[in-house]
């Protein structure tokens, strides 16, 4: 009703030029309208852009949200219903990466997998005591089941997976909300899980350079790509997605800076010094192709060089780890560090993550401590 009312007003005072896409109109501000008739009403839409393309490509959204939810406005709406709203309207949000995409609609998986009945639930149906039953089960004996790619069952109730469960149902509440069909969100009283604090158990330098060697031994024919790949996730910080997109043009040997390409945060995409370490590699690694990396993963070699070696099993991202707390424990202060991850939050992440070190660097530290 309110953006009835609000679209209504807006007629009133600004002038529409027609384009030659129909249901689309641009506003004389440049910014670009839908305006879609279905059942013998006009539905208007800001598409919040002045880009003919995008706005092209968003008005297709619109136009199969609009007839795929007006047909059953005010009558029953299954969770699924609502849930297929919710899912275009997070495809059609430009300000989403796209892992950010994947990781806001993972949770349908999940929640069709331990509340199968809920997506044929009549979402007026659905109460807040059905929600906190279902994190109840899910939080003190979730179901097991057998990942992608996975030899063993886990139970997956993990405080990441039960919070983005959380946020997922409330966010397609709200959405029932809008539509006029509940009054309140029955999700809201869901309590977040608390993080279980994940103690770093990384390897020592030394340790790390054994793990290295092993992999550069092994008879893989890849052993001297993937031991490169391994020593560039520890010597700085990217993600593995990150190194693979990295080309020999963003190294500028001139200035002795690298452009890391990311995509998580504003601030995932960064220039940055490459520490000693990384510079060594860059100089050993030969230039043939392209890309700096040749491989985008070494999670079997890994695997097995750490039981070689006698450490716990590495992934990537515990390499990550390693640089941030090795960064650290060099001296370096976190502001710094959480740019170079490319943090966008100044350090609080840094701070939270890597506040305990390994308990080599924390003797050595209190041995330092004089009253």
């Known amino acids: ?24 109109l641009r506003g004389e501000n440049g910014t670009y309208y839908a305006r879609i008739k279905h059942l013998g009403r006009q539905h208007w839409k800001s598409l919040k852009t002045e880009t003919l393309t995008v706005a092209r490509q968003r008005l297709r959204v619109q136009e199969d949200l609009v007839r795929k939810r007006k047909v059953t406005k005010g009558l029953a709406m299954t969770f699924g219903q609502v849930g297929d709203i919710y899912a275009g309207q997070v495809a059609a949000d430009s300000r989403l990466a796209g892992s950010s995409k994947e990781f806001r609609l993972r949770p349908q998986t999940t929640l069709q997998r331990t509340w199968p009945l ?16 279902w994190q109840n089960r899910f939080e003190s004996k979730g179901p097991k089941y057998t990942p992608k790619n996975a030899k063993t069952p886990v139970r997956g109730n993990s405080s990441t997976v039960v919070n983005s469960c959380i946020a997922y149902l409330r966010r397609v509440f709200d959405i029932a909300i809008k539509e006029g069909l509940i009054g309140e969100n029955p ?17 020592s330098g030394p340790k790390f350079r054994e793990i290295v060697a092993e992999v550069r031994k092994s008879h893989s024919r890849w052993r001297d ?72 993963s070494a999670l079997t070699s890994l695997a097995k060089a750490c039981q070689i070696v006698g450490v716990k099993k590495l992934n990537h991202h ?12 060099s001296g370096v202060d976190i502001p710094t560090l959480s740019r170079w991850l490319g943090h966008a939050d100044g350090g609080a992440l840094a701070m939270k993550t890597y506040g305990e070190f390994r308990p080599g660097h924390s003797v050595e530290a209190a041995a330092k401590v004089k009253f």
């Open 225 to 296: 790509d993937t031991a490169n790949f391994i020593e560039g996730l520890a010597y700085s910080g990217m993600r593995k997605e990150e190194a693979a997109r990295m080309t020999w043009a963003d190294i500028d040997y001139d200035r002795k800076l690298m452009v890391i390409h990311g995509s998580k945060t504003d601030a995932a995409t960064r220039i940055v010094p490459p520490i000693p370490a990384m510079w060594d590699l860059l100089s050993r690694i030969k230039k043939d192709g392209p890309v700096v990396f040749k491989v985008n």
């Open 187 to 203: 999700a809201r009283p869901m309590q977040r899980k608390k993080p279980e604090k994940k103690l770093l158990e990384l390897p």
């Open 318 to 329: 515990d390499l990550r780890h390693l640089f941030a707390t090795t960064v650290i424990e």
């Open 118 to 133: 809920l997506w044929e639930t009549d979402v007026r149906r659905i109460s807040t005591e059905d929600c906190l039953n």
């Open 1 to 24: 009703m309110e953006n009835r009312v609000f679209y209504t007003n807006l007629l009133h005072f600004m002038k529409f030029r027609a384009t030659p896409v129909p249901n689309l």
